[in-house]
């Protein structure tokens, strides 16, 4: 083909490819964008979001963290104010219970097997583990000071446990309900909140300040300090254990961290004061709670780009979502013996 007229064809494909594009872009519907539901706590108002829509039920003072349970029927929202946590039936938004558990009650987790809660009471420097069935308070753990949040492994064994206070990552034995020992975590001088990754060798740590720590559950020794953004996060290892992501609520960016080099791949510019992150259970999407700005985006992990944000007053703080973490690879996971010698 003569090369005066392939140019301008090339220009004609070209700009029909990014029409194209632009135009599944846009298709992209707010179901699609949630293959399963999203719940994102809302701190000053006093509520919670639920989405696709999004559907804001009434909640308690100060809403913060919150779980959803492996059927996905019923989330828990903790509230740090009333040193307690409400229990929401997820279809109706009705609330079930309110269970007072310690002071400051921050973050918590439910089981693998969905049958308890284990919530941080960092004033009080406990684990309280609650029946859901009973809906009451069942065995209290002592933990060193400030635990701030949890993460189980997938046989339901082991609770780690961030302990603000200074002390390191404390382990759970969840069948005898005691904390066994503390990982010192050298670099991560107050460690905030946590994830696995996928094969449950490395807690990704993440610290109130601009860092998160890498820390070798085998070994006990802490692996990587990664600089991230300023201020303190949630952290989320996808649950195809290919990404982890942290935001920064002193900062405008969520930081992707690639699971296996433990490099920084891209800082992925947003509103102010990313906190909240969690993945689709397809490791698909990524849900972030923008708290200064008011707002929660929605980022597709195969481009890492922004392709939806909602407006969602105020203070969206936390983000859970059914299926992660979960139990999809258990068969990969370690024993807690490992852990708790």
């Known amino acids: 083909m003569d090369s005066v007229l392939r140019k301008p064809l090339l220009k004609g494909m070209a700009a029909v490819s990014v029409s194209v594009l632009l135009f599944v872009s846009l298709a992209v519907s707010a179901d699609e964008l949630f293959p399963e539901p999203a719940y994102v706590s809302l701190k000053e108002s006093d509520q919670v979001a639920k989405f696709p829509g999004p559907v804001v039920w009434p909640g308690g003072p100060k809403m913060l963290y919150n779980s959803v349970t492996p059927d996905g029927r019923t989330l828990v929202v903790s509230s740090p104010k009333e040193g307690a946590v409400y229990l929401f ?29 284990y919530v941080s009471n960092e004033g009080a420097d406990t684990i309280s583990v609650v029946n859901l069935a009973a809906r009451k308070v069942v065995a209290t753990i002592a933990t060193d000071k400030k ?68 820390l070798d559950l085998v070994t006990g020794k802490m692996r990587k300090i990664i600089p991230v953004g300023q201020g303190h996060a949630g952290i989320d290892v996808t649950p ?59 980022i597709d992990i195969d481009t890492l780009d922004v392709v939806k944000t909602f407006k969602q007053a105020s203070f969206p703080f936390w983000v859970s979502v059914q ?13 807690a013996r490992m852990w708790l010698r």
Request: proline residues 4%; charged residues 25%.
């Open 323 to 335: 299926g992660n973490p979960g139990c999809q690879i258990c068969g990969l996971a370690i024993s």
């Open 89 to 117: 039936d997820t279809a109706s938004g009705e609330q079930l219970a309110v269970v007072k558990t310690g002071k400051a009650a921050k973050g918590l987790k439910i089981t693998p097997d969905g049958k308890e809660i």
């Open 147 to 214: 635990p701030h949040n949890v993460r189980f492994t997938r046989d339901g064994r082991t609770a780690f446990v961030t302990l603000q206070g200074g002390a390191g990552l404390g382990v759970i034995d969840t069948q005898s309900r005691k904390m066994v020992r503390v990982i010192a975590t050298p670099g991560i001088d107050a460690p905030h909140n946590l994830d696995l990754s996928r094969d449950e060798r490395l807690a990704f740590i993440r610290g109130l300040s601009n860092q998160v720590g890498v």
């Open 240 to 298: 195809n254990g290919k990404w982890v992501f942290t935001g920064a609520v002193a900062d405008d960016v969520v930081t992707v961290i690639d699971a296996n080099t433990l490099e920084v791949v891209k800082k992925i510019k947003l509103g102010f004061g990313p906190h909240g992150v969690r993945a689709s259970r397809d490791s698909r999407y990524l849900y972030v709670s923008v708290t200064a700005d008011d707002e929660v985006s929605v």
